[in-house]
């Protein structure tokens, strides 16, 4: 038996309002999602609620009506569930994720493993969303429903992007994570667009964008400091991997990161080795990528989702481990 079961897809129309949007999404959906919000807000503190107001005046107010929408249909306060969209800020010790960027003769393939706490509730919650706009699809967040932050997407405008954690120091004054990665699916207009805006918005926080395009040579990774950045490509047509460290910035602070750490680089070690042989002519099979993905050098105990994306077919797939998916979770 596979260890990987394919999840669910949900299509949100981005023309209707914020509560009509959400209302059609069934109770089965947003039981999963009220689930997985009890269990990240028994983790984060209370006494940080003020900084969801504060990340609305940050924003512009841009998120507000969706976020209040989506806490009314789930049923929870609008502060919680924007907390929870913040969740990489708040818990980034608990966030790993490992990533290849592969040339194909199809174009770029990205894979990537999201590390996760609380893996079971994520896992049994995992929806691929996908917006459309005009009766056309605009972008795909491999999320949950109620889920408004990105951590991995891919736009129509041609391009994918995913998340890695990794310690770079804070800045409050920053732009959230998340909610910028959502801004890049909504707005980038292209590949090069999106590189450009990921690595100029000042952040709250250290992160790693891996991005790839429909071109072979559309595949970098943004390493970011709140304020600083670095762009990564590889040599040629080699893999381009990332976990959770930088490879050319210098890092200056590891705090609640050390965990992580402890893994990220014989993580990078073992995926760079499964792919050593791989020639861009070569064919990549989703399978391929999940058996890599599910390595038992590769995965981790927290690993909540596996995705696949190929921006030149604008082909998108979410999978969680099959052992902390119920029957009524993913199918």
Not at 17 to 44: H, Y
Not at 191 to 203: C, I, P, Q, T
């Amino acid at each position: 038996m596979l260890p990987w079961i394919e999840c669910p897809s949900l299509s949100l129309d981005l023309d209707r309002s914020p509560e009509d949007r959400i209302a059609g999404v069934s109770e089965d959906f947003l039981e999963r999602s009220r689930q997985l919000l009890a269990a990240v807000q028994a983790e984060i503190s209370g006494g940080q609620r003020w900084l969801a107001d504060a990340v609305h005046l940050r924003t512009a107010y841009r998120f507000l009506a969706e976020m209040k929408a989506n806490a009314q249909r789930v049923g929870v306060d609008w502060r919680d569930l924007t907390l929870a969209n913040l969740s990489y800020k708040l818990v980034v010790g608990m966030f790993a994720c490992s990533t290849i960027a592969l040339a194909t003769a199809e174009g770029p393939v990205l894979a990537r493993n999201m590390d996760f706490w609380p893996e079971k509730w994520l896992a049994r919650a995992s929806t691929l969303m996908q917006f459309t706009r005009g009766g056309q699809l605009a972008f795909v967040n491999a999320g949950w429903p109620g889920a408004i932050g990105v951590v991995s997407g891919m736009s129509v405008k041609g391009f994918a992007v995913v998340l890695n954690a990794v310690g770079g120091g804070s800045d409050k004054s920053g732009y959230p994570v998340l909610l910028h990665l959502r801004r890049v699916l909504e707005d980038a207009e292209s590949f090069d667009a999106a590189v450009d805006w990921l690595a100029s918005e000042r952040l709250m926080a250290g992160a790693l964008f891996t991005v790839v395009g429909t071109e072979n040579i559309q595949r970098v990774v943004v390493e970011r400091k709140p304020s600083a950045f670095v762009l990564r490509r590889p040599v040629g047509d080699e893999p381009l991997v990332t976990t959770n460290d930088y490879r050319m910035l210098n890092a200056s602070e590891h705090g609640s990161m050390e965990v992580l750490l402890q893994t990220s680089c014989s993580r990078f070690d073992v995926l760079s080795k499964l792919f050593a042989k791989h020639r861009v002519t070569d064919e990549v099979l989703d399978a391929q990528l999940l058996y890599a993905l599910t390595d038992p050098r590769v995965r981790q105990t927290i690993t909540a989702q596996h995705m696949i994306f190929r921006p030149r077919e604008m082909l998108s797939r979410l999978f969680a481990p099959r052992e902390l998916v119920r029957e009524d979770g993913c199918e």
